[in-house]
């Protein structure tokens, strides 16, 4: 018998002749299949743990055979086709130390914080592979490889990886990140300080403060427009947008989970403002999603509307100083600038700020000098 993945296809519960060898299934459709199926949603029975919409980019790729020739994923299926079908697999996923340059605030042997550049991925997951905190973070602790398909009970320990294994390994096939080290995450495009685990002994209690809301986090951004007031708590519960399945919204609260963001007014201009953001929750996308509920979108953040004009003029010349500003500033203007937690094995108290990288005041200078500046609070 063909070696089969386990838990994911047996052959014996189709009326069909069917084999699968690693990738490559062959299958006889019999006299019984008279429904007349696609073939992508046929194919899927000898598939479980592949989605349809991935079986069809295999068969516009053209690695599917039915009767020795090329069919499109709209075929239906017959009686006595003969389907040879190949779904191939991306390698696991997996991370090794590559030498990317990394601003490192603190480090001793039970942790680090790093200051994280805007645009760098915190951990390898599907279309990040490379080049990610993670990878950057392994070359510099002098750190092993880490793969999804290791051993939970053989995989390397933290003393050979350089970085905590708590957590590390995916927990499901359809969850393949890889994330050595890491206790809490922030978003491709925000910028600001992570404190990573090198050792599984300080991994929980770092965990737990977060999961306990102990843990002192600020955040300071620029918005459009100006809060009514200038201090305030924006709540509400935050779960999938209905109409754009990649983005978040504030949802009714059966459909989310509740999310509590307060925030300080650090200085106005003409149509934008510079915000102090405290998380008092952590959701996914939560002071993006918060603000822009409020009508208040991150500056520049192209997937809550931050790259447009909201306020202001739509003038042609104002809409191309925008459009030229957003060219050197891609992504949300969101930095984490203060993190505060106790030491894992020490107790100590221990505080860290980092200033918003440079295209921030560059940025924020153009705002005060050509859009108006209006007061500081």
Do not use: C
């Not at 290791?150 to 320990?157: A, E, L, R």
């Amino acid at each position: 018998m063909p070696e089969q993945p386990p838990d994911s296809f047996d052959p014996n519960e189709y009326d069909a002749d069917v084999t699968r060898e690693e990738n490559v299934v062959q299958v006889v459709v019999p006299a019984s299949e008279t429904d007349g199926p696609r073939i992508d949603k046929y194919l899927t029975r000898f598939y479980p743990e592949a989605s349809r919409t991935k079986i069809q980019r295999a068969i516009k790729k053209g690695h599917l055979k039915v009767n020795g020739s090329d069919v499109k994923k709209s075929y239906s299926v017959e009686p006595g086709d003969e389907i040879i079908f190949r779904l191939v697999r991306r390698p696991p996923m997996r991370a090794e130390p590559e030498p990317i340059p990394l601003d490192i605030v603190y480090e001793d042997e039970d942790l680090l914080v790093v200051n994280k550049p805007a645009g760098m991925v915190v951990h390898p997951a599907p279309g990040h592979r490379s080049g990610t905190l993670v990878h950057a973070l392994l070359h510099h602790v002098d750190g092993g490889k880490v793969a999804a398909n290791d051993d939970p009970d053989g995989s390397p320990d933290d003393e050979v990886v350089g970085l905590s294994m708590v957590n590390a390994l995916p927990e499901g096939p359809d969850h393949p990140v890889v994330r050595p080290g890491i206790v809490h995450r922030l978003d491709k495009g925000t910028s600001g300080l992570l404190v990573v685990a090198k050792r599984d002994r300080a991994h929980q209690p770092l965990a737990e403060q977060f999961k306990e809301h102990t843990v002192e986090r600020r955040y300071r951004a620029l918005v459009w427009g100006r809060f009514e007031s200038p201090r305030g708590t924006i709540e509400g519960a935050i779960g999938r947008d209905p109409n754009h399945r990649q983005r978040m919204a504030v949802v009714p609260e059966e459909n989310g989970k509740w999310a509590v963001t307060h925030y300080e007014t650090v200085e106005t201009h003409a149509h934008t403002s510079v915000v102090d953001f405290r998380l008092e929750t952590g959701r996914t996308h939560q002071i993006r999603v918060h603000a822009r509920a409020q009508d208040h979108p991150l500056l520049g953040d192209p997937k809550y509307g931050g790259q447009r004009v909201r306020y202001g003029t739509q003038s042609q010349d104002r809409r191309a100083f925008f459009e030229h500003l957003f060219e050197g500033f891609p992504h949300p203007a969101l930095h984490a600038y203060r993190l505060g937690f106790a030491h894992p094995t020490t107790d100590e108290v221990l505080r860290f700020e980092a200033d918003p990288p440079a295209e921030w005041q560059r940025v924020l200078d153009q705002l005060r000098t050509d859009d108006g500046q209006t007061g500081r609070r």
